[in-house]
C-alpha cells in the first residue's frame, strides 16, 4: 500500500534525546479489523451504541484479573525516568510516544471511572472521559507500543508499558475495535497453522525443496523432516523460516545442527508457527489456545522434546508462559528444559564438542548481535539469569572470527526494539517503523564505522524482517541482517573428517 | 483542654484512620489481584532470596531509576533518604521515654531537613525545566511537591527560627496516645506544620503516594524468574485448564 510519505530521521554524529514534536504521530494509525476478521477469533465486528459501558465493564475486569495493571495504574508519580527510554518516542519526538505519557492515555480514564481522586477531581489528577476522541488516541498510541519492555527496566517501580498496551488493546478488541494485522494472523494460525497461511502441502514441497538446495550445497543428505511421529526433538518455529530471506538460512542452520549431532527431529505441519500473537493483543485465551496446539502436535508425533528457533516473542510465550498455559509437560525428557531454544541446544553440543566447525568460512563477515527485546526483557536461556546474553554471543564466536558488540546501553536489558515488534510489523505503520529503527541505527552506525561490521545476527524473526525493511531507508544494504543460525550454518562441517 | 485542641485530636484521628485504612485496603486489593503469568523483567533473579535482594536494592538505593536519570535519582534519593531521617527523629515527639536510637538520630535528622527540602526543590525544578517532565506534570504531581515542601520548610522554620513550645507539643502527642487530649500550643506556624502533615496522610491512599505499597506488589519485580521449573498458576487462569 502507498504510504504518505515522510521524512527518515538522520543519523547524527550522537543520539541526542529530541525535543517534544506534540502530535508529530497522531496520524499513524493501523488499518481496522473488518468485522469478519473480529469475529472469527471472537470479537464484536465493529464499534457500535453502548461501546462506552462495555469498555470500562473490560477494564474493570482486567484490573480485577492482572495485578500488574492494577498496581501500575496506582504507581506512577510522573518522575520521567522512563521519558527517554522509549525508541519511538527517540525516533518521533511525540510526547505520547513516551512510556509515562502513552500509560497516561488509560490512566486518565482509570482515574475519572475508579478511583476517589479522578470522580470528584478529574482536572486535578488528570482524569478524563472515554469519549470517542481518546478512544481514538488509544487506537493511535497503543499501536505505537511494541510491548518491548524497555521502559520497565528503567522505571523505579518496574511499571510495564507492554502491560498497559496489552490490556487496552484487549479493550478496544472487546468493544469490536481491533487491529487487521494482528487479528487476521490470528485467524490465519487457527484456520491453516501458521502465521504466513502456509497450507501442508506448500510446506511439504518447500522442505524438500531445502533437502535438494542444501545436498547441493554441501554434499550431504541434511534432511528437513515434516509430522515424522517418533522423532525425538518437535522444532518449533516462526513460519517465516519458510519462506522469508534471511529467516530461511537459519532454518537450514538447524537443520545442519541435528544433522551433526545426529539428534532426530521433525516439523510439524499442525504446529508448523513459533510466533503467537495472542501476546500482542494481550488476550489470555488466544494466547493459551495457540500455545495448546504445539502440546497436541508434540502429543500427536510421540516427541521428547520440544525446541523453539530463533523468535523473539514466540520465546518468551514459550519460555515465560507455556509452563502455565499448557503445562504441565509430562511424557517428555526431563534431562531437558520444556521448551528449549534452538540456541540452548546449540550451545550445549559447542560445549561438550559435539559440533565442529570451520571459522574461517564466515571470515568475510564482521559481525555484531542485536539482542531481540522479548528474549533480553522477558525470557532467559540456560541456566544462569543473563544466560540470554551469554549464549548466542557464545555461538557467534565458536563460529566466526570477528564480533563487535555495539555501545553498552542498546544492548543486553538495555537493547532497543527494532521498531516493528509486538504486533506492528505491517505496511500501514511504516512511518513509524522506520522512525522507531532509529535508534538502534545509530547503534549500528557506530561499529559499522569503528569496526566495519557488516553482519547484524539476531534471533528473532520479527527483527529480521522489519530491519530487511528498514535498514535501506538508513542507507544500509538490507542483507546486513540475518541470523545467528546462518552463520552456524555457514561454518559447521558435515561428513567431513574432523 | 479547648477547642483548637481537640478539633486537631480529632483531624489526627480522623487522619490516621483514613491513612491506615485506606493504605491497607489498597494493600488488599493488590494482594488479592492475581498475577497470571509470570513477567519479572529479566535479567532476573531465579530464586526468592535473589528477589527479596532486588527489591532491596530498590527500596534502599532506587537502583532502577539510578540506571534511567542521575539527577532524578540524586534528587529524589536524597528527599526520601533525608525523610526517612526526619521522620525517625520525630518518633522523639510521640515516645517517653525516648529510645537511644532515636536520641542518636536527632542530630541527623534535625540536618537531614535542608536535605529534604533540597531534594524536593530539586524535584520541582524538573518539572520546569525538563520539557519531556514539564509535559506530563499534572496539578496534582506540582501540589504533591508544594505539600512536602511546605512541610519541610515550616518544619524547619521552627526548629531553627521560630521555637514553639514543643515540651506542650509533646505532651499532646503522648496525650492522644492515650486518649486523653492535652493543650495544644496556639502557634500558627505549628498549626500549619501539622495540617499539612494529616493533610499528607489523608490523600495518601488516593494518590500517586502509592508507589511505596505498589513497587513491593509489582510483578516485573517481585517475581523470580523460574518460569520453566515451576508452574505458575492463578485461580482464575486455572479454570480455563478445566473447561
Known amino acids: 500500500m502507498a504510504t504518505a510519505k515522510f521524512e527518515t530521521p538522520r543519523i547524527g554524529p550522537y543520539p541526542v534525546i529530541p525535543l517534544l514534536v506534540e502530535g508529530a504521530m497522531a496520524h499513524s494509525k493501523p488499518f481496522v479489523a473488518s468485522a469478519q476478521i473480529q469475529q472469527a477469533i471472537g470479537f464484536p465486528g465493529e464499534l457500535t451504541e453502548g461501546w462506552q459501558e462495555r469498555a470500562l465493564a473490560k477494564m474493570g475486569e482486567l484490573l480485577a484479573k492482572y495485578r500488574s495493571l492494577r498496581v501500575y495504574m496506582d504507581a506512577c508519580v510522573h518522575c520521567g525516568a522512563c521519558s527517554d527510554k522509549c525508541h519511538y518516542f527517540l525516533g518521533t519526538g511525540d510526547p505520547r510516544n513516551m512510556p509515562v505519557a502513552r500509560q497516561d492515555l488509560m490512566r486518565a480514564v482509570y482515574r475519572r471511572y475508579f478511583t476517589f481522586a479522578g470522580k470528584h477531581f478529574p482536572k486535578l489528577v488528570g482524569a478524563v472521559d472515554l469519549t470517542k476522541e481518546v478512544l481514538d488516541q488509544w487506537w493511535s498510541y497503543y499501536n505505537q507500543c511494541s510491548e518491548c519492555r524497555r521502559c520497565s527496566v528503567f522505571c523505579p517501580y518496574g511499571i510495564d508499558t507492554a502491560e498497559v498496551t496489552m490490556a487496552a488493546r484487549e479493550i478496544m478488541d472487546s468493544v469490536g475495535l481491533g487491529q487487521k494485522y494482528a487479528n487476521e494472523i490470528i485467524g490465519k494460525v487457527h484456520r491453516i497453522g501458521n502465521n504466513l497461511g502456509i497450507p501442508e502441502p506448500a510446506l511439504a514441497d518447500t522442505l524438500q525443496g531445502l533437502e535438494e538446495d542444501t545436498k547441493e550445497e554441501c554434499g550431504v543428505d541434511v534432511r528437513f523432516p515434516l509430522d515424522e511421529a517418533g522423532a525425538e526433538v518437535l522444532l518449533v518455529t516462526p513460519s517465516a523460516d519458510f519462506f522469508s530471506e534471511p529467516h530461511v538460512e537459519s532454518l537450514i542452520g538447524y537443520a545442519k545442527v541435528f544433522h551433526a549431532a545426529g539428534i532426530s527431529w521433525t516439523l510439524s505441519s499442525k504446529a508448523s508457527e513459533a510466533g503467537n500473537f495472542g501476546l500482542f493483543i494481550g488476550n489470555y485465551e488466544q494466547m493459551r489456545k495457540i500455545s495448546q496446539r504445539v502440546k497436541d502436535a508434540a502429543q500427536e508425533l510421540g516427541v521428547k522434546r520440544i525446541v523453539i528457533g530463533e523468535c523473539g516473542h514466540a520465546w518468551r510465550v514459550a519460555y515465560s508462559f507455556w509452563n502455565t498455559l499448557i503445562g504441565p509437560f509430562d511424557g517428555l525428557d526431563p534431562r531437558y528444559p520444556v521448551p528449549q531454544h534452538i540456541c540452548e541446544l546449540t550451545d550445549d553440543l559447542i560445549q561438550r564438542g559435539a559440533l565442529k566447525f570451520d571459522r574461517d568460512r564466515n571470515d568475510d563477515r564482521i559481525i555484531t548481535f542485536h539482542d531481540s527485546c522479548n528474549v533480553a526483557r522477558g525470557s532467559r536461556m540456560g541456566d544462569m539469569p543473563g544466560g540470554q546474553f551469554v549464549i548466542p554471543r557464545r555461538i557467534i564466536r565458536a563460529v566466526a572470527h570477528h564480533f563487535h558488540d555495539m555501545a553498552a546501553g542498546t544492548t543486553h536489558e538495555a537493547t532497543f526494539c527494532c521498531g516493528g515488534g509486538g504486533g506492528l510489523l505491517t505496511d500501514d505503520l511504516l512511518e513509524l517503523r522506520v522512525k522507531g529503527a532509529l535508534p538502534r541505527m545509530e547503534a549500528l552506525k557506530q561499529v559499522v564505522d569503528a569496526h566495519g561490521v557488516n553482519y547484524m545476527a539476531t534471533i528473532c524473526a520479527i527483527c529480521k524482517a522489519q530491519f530487511s525493511k528498514v535498514l535501506p531507508y538508513y542507507g544500509f544494504d538490507m542483507s546486513l541482517v540475518g541470523g545467528v543460525h546462518q552463520l552456524v550454518g555457514r561454518a559447521i562441517r558435515l561428513g567431513e573428517p574432523h | ?243
Open chain 2, 1 to 243: 483542654m479547648n477547642i483548637l485542641s481537640v478539633g486537631y485530636a480529632l483531624l489526627f484521628y480522623a487522619a490516621t484512620a483514613i491513612f491506615v485504612i485506606g493504605v491497607g485496603h489498597k494493600i488488599r486489593s493488590y494482594a488479592r489481584t492475581p498475577a497470571p503469568l509470570p513477567i519479572p523483567t529479566t535479567p532476573a533473579p531465579t530464586t526468592t532470596a535473589g528477589v527479596v535482594l532486588r527489591l532491596t536494592r530498590e527500596v534502599v538505593f532506587f537502583e532502577s531509576l539510578f540506571r534511567s536519570s542521575k539527577w532524578t535519582w540524586v534528587f529524589g534519593w536524597m528527599f526520601h533518604a533525608a525523610l526517612l531521617l526526619v521522620l525517625l527523629r520525630h518518633l522523639r515527639y510521640v515516645q517517653q521515654p525516648v529510645w537511644t536510637p532515636v536520641v542518636f538520630v536527632q542530630f541527623f535528622g534535625t540536618y537531614a531537613g535542608f536535605a529534604m527540602a533540597a531534594g524536593l526543590a530539586g524535584l520541582w525544578a524538573r518539572r520546569f525545566l525538563v520539557d519531556r517532565v514539564r509535559y506530563i506534570s499534572t496539578p496534582s504531581d506540582h501540589l504533591h511537591l508544594a505539600l512536602l515542601l511546605a512541610i519541610a520548610l515550616s518544619g524547619l522554620t521552627l526548629r531553627f527560627v521560630a521555637h514553639t513550645d514543643i515540651v506542650a507539643v509533646k505532651a499532646f502527642m503522648l496525650g492522644l496516645m492515650r486518649l486523653d487530649i492535652q493543650p495544644l500550643p496556639a502557634d500558627p506556624l505549628l498549626l500549619l506544620h501539622l495540617t499539612l502533615v494529616a493533610l499528607l496522610l489523608i490523600v495518601f491512599p488516593i494518590s500517586k503516594l502509592l508507589h511505596a505499597p505498589g513497587l513491593f506488589f509489582s510483578p516485573t519485580r517481585n517475581q523470580a524468574d523460574r518460569a520453566r521449573e515451576q508452574r505458575h498458576v492463578a485461580a482464575w487462569a486455572a479454570a480455563l485448564d478445566k473447561k
